[in-house]
């Protein structure tokens, strides 16, 4: 019987088949090492253009904040002159109040019987001063008062005596109220 001896080929063929193995792990390492780097890098691009982006992002955050200091800087000056506005707009109409006010005194007042010496107007309230040759003069004067303002108070009456001249004259002092203007009678004719 012939015999073969298989051992050397045996042999040879584990050691191919562990080179083949290794060379296979080696392999499957490059490829996962090469995968790695090939992830890293794509991150690393991502993380630079998120990068740029952020500087861009924060460059025109920066740029509007000056334009919202701008527009704060620009409603604080409106505001300001709306105030002024309004302010010379009621100094315009008290003008016209004041003057208002100081006719329909001339008017009411009773000629050569009696003398206005202090007029205050403060908001809607009217304090006035005089002096009146009697108290029929106060009266008549207080009744035409009563007609144009409303609440019209006597505070205080008293004596005063002129020696020199001998007449007694009555110092007075009231207060009242500013009427709100009374509809003409054509308005109410439009409105029914």
């Known amino acids: 019987m012939i015999r073969i001896n298989l051992l050397p080929f045996r042999a040879a063929r584990?050691?191919?088949?562990?080179?083949?193995?290794?060379?296979?792990?080696?392999?499957?390492?490059?490829?996962v090492i090469i995968a790695v780097i090939y992830y890293n890098v794509m991150l690393n691009s991502k993380i630079k253009s998120m990068e740029t982006r952020n500087k861009d992002t924060r460059v025109q955050i920066a740029k509007y904040e000056k334009i919202n200091k701008e527009i704060?800087?620009?409603?604080?000056?409106?505001?300001q002159l709306n105030q002024k506005i309004k302010v010379i707009e009621t100094l315009d109409s008290n003008r016209k109040d004041a003057v208002k006010l100081l006719e329909s005194m001339t008017q009411l007042i009773v000629p050569e019987r009696m003398w206005l010496t202090s007029l205050d107007a403060k908001g809607d309230n009217i304090a006035i001063?005089?002096?009146a040759l009697d108290e029929r003069t106060i009266a008549d004067f207080m009744i035409k008062l009563q007609q144009a303002y409303s609440n019209v108070t006597l505070k205080s009456l008293k004596q005063t005596e002129i020696k020199s001249k001998s007449l007694n004259l009555k110092n007075f002092s009231m207060t009242l109220a500013k009427m709100q203007p009374?509809?003409?009678a054509s308005e109410k004719v439009k409105k029914s």
Do not use: C, H, Y
């Open 14 to 31: 584990k050691k191919e088949n562990v080179r083949r193995q290794i060379s296979m792990f080696l392999l499957t390492f490059a490829l």
């Open 72 to 79: 704060e800087t620009i409603k604080k000056k409106l505001d």
């Open 129 to 131: 001063t005089g002096v």
């Open 182 to 184: 009374k509809p003409a």
